[in-house]
């Protein structure tokens, strides 16, 4: 295989801005521009995951922007197993997960971005959203929990949201992990086979399978409607995990190395200063 600097992948997986996601062309198990077989990538992520640690710590010290990073996926697409191998290094001060349920009454007496704008990392965090925002353009589309006059109208609230974002210091990376829907079956079946992961097993999960195509589809009109060049899209193959950890890991270290968050200098001089 042609290997791929960490430039070259993120072009490889960035929805382009304005052009259609493509997501049922997108081989799920593809492993392209992975530095080698299993062993080597998780070796990589080994190494990736340190260049975070350290690149979070600066950001923290700099304390004047932010990062956001958005999981998106199907039910047992690896939005938690992604979150513990990516962030599973870097001081919990300065990241905050935020994991995005139903909405409470109080939640749905206000407007949609309400309690997402208020989850938003302040300057010098990491903010992680566990689902997000685009649950109301997913689920609620699926179910039509709300009108589509009203859920189709919140792609562009949601472009205006994060270019607001954006421009007041927040960098914005969203990855939808991409599984099969064979590869969903398989791990809804490990679910149920092994005690430890049956906490993880949901009924309802299997009503929603029910629906795939429709959440491929809501999916493919999100990730196409709200890829901008001020918040990508990257679409994530997702059945091998360690290639979508190593994936996600590779973008968020390359963009933070582009940020390049710098430790502020002292507020004085402190070469005179000695402590007895
Ligand atoms: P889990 O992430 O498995 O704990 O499940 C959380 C559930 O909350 C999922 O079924 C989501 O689809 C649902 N959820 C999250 N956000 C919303 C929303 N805005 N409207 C409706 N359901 C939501
Ligand atoms: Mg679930």
């Known amino acids: 295989m042609r290997r791929m600097d960490r430039s070259g992948i993120l072009d490889h997986l960035q929805v382009a801005p304005k052009s259609k996601a493509g997501i049922a ?27 975070l640690a350290d690149l979070q710590e600066r950001l923290w010290a700099e304390n004047k922007r932010a990062l956001l990073v958005v999981l998106q996926a199907i039910d047992a697409g690896g939005k938690d197993g992604a979150i513990r191998k990516v962030f599973g290094g870097v001081n919990p001060q300065g990241c905050r997960v935020t994991s995005f349920k139903a909405p409470s009454d109080d939640e749905l007496a206000h407007d949609f971005l309400w ?12 903010g992680i959203f566990n689902r997000s925002h ?12 709300v009108p589509k006059k009203v859920w189709s109208k919140r792609y562009a609230a949601i472009n205006d949201f994060e270019s ?25 079946r490990k679910r149920l086979e092994n005690p430890e ?8 999960d299997l009503e929603e399978r029910e629906h795939w195509d429709e959440y491929q589809e809501a999916f493919e009109d999100a990730l196409t409607k709200t890829s901008t060049k001020a918040a990508p899209w990257y679409v994530v193959p997702a059945d091998h995990k360690w290639y979508r950890d190593w994936a996600v890991l590779s973008v968020i270290v390359d963009t933070m190395e582009q940020m390049d968050p710098q430790y502020p200098p002292p507020e004085e001089d402190l070469t005179s200063i000695v402590v007895d």
Not at 117 to 126: L, S, W
Not at 134 to 145: A, F, K, T
Not at 171 to 181: D, P, V
């Open 134 to 145: 685009y649950e109301d353009v997913l689920i609620v589309r699926v179910h039509e929990l």
């Open 25 to 51: 062309k997108i081989d799920t198990a593809s492993i392209k521009g992975a530095p080698g077989d299993k062993k080597e990538t998780e070796a990589a992520s080994s190494e990736l995951n340190q260049r």
């Open 164 to 188: 607001q974002l954006v421009a007041s210091g927040t960098t914005i990376l969203k990855f939808f992990l991409h599984i099969s829907k064979d590869e969903q079956a398989e791990r809804f």
């Open 197 to 204: 992961k049956n906490w993880k097993f949901r009924r309802a």
């Open 115 to 126: 309690r997402v704008h208020q989850a938003t990392p302040r300057k010098g965090e990491i």
